[in-house]
């Protein structure tokens, strides 16, 4: 048999080839001293610049909204770090070039320091581990402490500013503190690098492989700026295109991450239902089945005890059977309308109730909205059979005014409506709260010997 590939083992084999081929493209840059040459072009520097900046600010919004779902206290730190850079991006790059303002040596020096609190916070990142309790004070939190770094890092920069070397001068030796700056940056990244790597090789969370890859291209990028050093506001070289396809993995990375907490918290919510499900339906049959077979235990008469252990089986076999029913259509392992004719064939098998369906094919339904639509179906037409004395209903989910209609009516011989609590029953209560679940509202029409109609209008 052929053994399936551990995907940590395909994570690192991953990396070290992407480390071989970012390795030969520097070392190619390096023999070849043509190829180190940073070109000035504004407008392009002003294109990209954008671009980091809007990528930055997507995957921290990301962050913010994963944290919002779980609360993990990384997910904060990455907000926080690709807020900072984003904003830097921003103030110290975007809005000089738009208003056309020569930047000086301190606006310079902002941009780069900016990034580099960015980036130590994203590289801190992978230590955070556990749970934040109070989630929107923690995300105001974040905002705020990256306004104030972004404040102090301008003002340093403006007062320093005289004393700062000039990146400008072209005709002057490259000045070591770039170098250094540029070398703090790639020793970021390849802190990133081991730490998202390793959080992955002990978690096995897809985000942490993205954010390693994304964390490799981010160091490449690093080296080349070390070698081909950006010495004006305009400058573009070729770490400036590895960084494009850094902020492009590190996006897709974070989305799929949140597209997966969506889910798991979609997975969390539909086995709530199902514990409902089982609460509601199923289980107090069973209780009474218990109920009834304690007291023939107890020396109760058989004759009078076992016709209604019997009736409470049988409720509880169909039970089971529309719960699974319902279940299926909203798991997406039976379409929705497939699964509600079947149970409507079910009721119906006796003959003591006619149903007719009608369900319009270009109306949609959630997962979510699905199960809670079966289960205010199966209610009204329960009610139509067991209490209105109905002899035909009708069902009908489609659409009026661009809004989603569920409506059940029936013949039988109705209520005064106005009347408030008892008359209605817990059935009415239990679909309203379903209705409600979904975010739809539910009305109720009836009237002494008119029949009852119920209808929920849902969400567009």
């Not at 590939?5 to 080839?17: I, K, M, Q, S, Y």
Request: glycine letters at 10%; aromatic letters at 8%; one cysteine or more.
């Amino acid at each position: 048999m052929r053994r399936e590939r551990d995907p940590v083992e395909a994570f690192l084999w991953g990396e070290v080839l992407l480390f071989a081929l970012l390795g030969a493209a520097l070392a190619l840059f390096l023999t070849h001293p043509g190829l180190r040459t940073s070109y000035h072009l504004p407008e392009l520097k002003v294109v990209l610049a954008t671009l980091f900046a809007l990528t930055s600010g997507l995957v921290a919004a990301l962050t913010a909204k994963r944290f919002a779902v779980e609360g993990r206290r990384v997910d904060l730190l990455l907000c926080c770090g690709f807020l900072i850079t984003a904003a830097s991006w921003l103030a110290f790059s975007i809005v000089p070039a738009v208003a056309q303002e020569q930047s000086g040596r301190g606006e310079l020096w902002a941009a780069l320091v900016g990034r580099l609190l960015g980036a130590a916070v994203i590289a801190v990142a992978p230590l955070a581990y556990g749970r934040a309790r109070r989630r929107r004070f923690a995300l105001f939190n974040v905002l705020a402490t990256a306004l104030v770094a972004l404040v102090v890092v301008w003002a340093a920069s403006r007062s320093l500013g005289f004393r700062l070397p000039n990146l400008a001068d072209r005709g002057a030796p490259v000045p070591a503190s770039l170098i250094g700056a540029n070398a703090v940056g790639a020793l970021l990244s390849l802190l990133a690098v081991i730490g998202f790597s390793g959080r992955y090789r002990k978690h096995r969370q897809d985000l942490d492989s993205w954010l390693a890859l994304g964390s490799t291209l981010l160091l490449a990028a690093s080296l080349h700026y070390i070698f081909t050093p950006l010495l004006a506001a305009g400058d573009v070289s070729q770490g400036d295109f590895i960084m494009v396809l850094a902020y492009g993995v590190l996006l897709v990375g974070v989305w799929r991450a949140i597209r997966s907490s969506e889910f798991g918290r979609a997975v969390a919510e539909e086995r709530a239902r199902v514990a409902r499900e089982i609460h509601d339906g199923l289980a107090q049959y069973l209780f009474a089945i218990a109920t009834h077979a304690s007291m023939l235990e107890a020396g109760a008469d058989p004759e009078d005890l076992l016709p209604k252990l019997k009736g409470a089986a049988l409720a509880a076999q169909q039970e089971a059977r529309f719960a699974i029913l319902a279940l299926s259509s909203a798991s997406g392992r039976s379409p929705f309308d497939a699964a509600l004719r079947r149970f409507v064939d079910v009721l119906t098998a006796d003959g003591a109730l006619e149903v007719e369906l009608e369900i319009d094919p270009l109306v949609h339904l959630g997962p979510d909205e699905q199960i809670e639509v079966f289960r205010i179906v199966q209610e009204g037409l329960a009610n139509a059979r067991l209490h209105a004395g109905a002899r035909t209903a009708w069902v009908t989910i489609g659409g009026r005014g661009g809004r989603r209609v569920v409506a059940v009516r029936d013949d039988g011989h109705g209520f005064d409506s106005n009347d408030s609590g008892e008359s209605a029953g817990q059935g009415l209560s239990n679909m309203r709260d379903r209705a409600a679940a979904i975010g739809g509202a539910l009305s109720l029409r009836s009237a002494p010997g008119a029949g009852t109609s119920v209808e929920v209008v849902l969400r567009a």
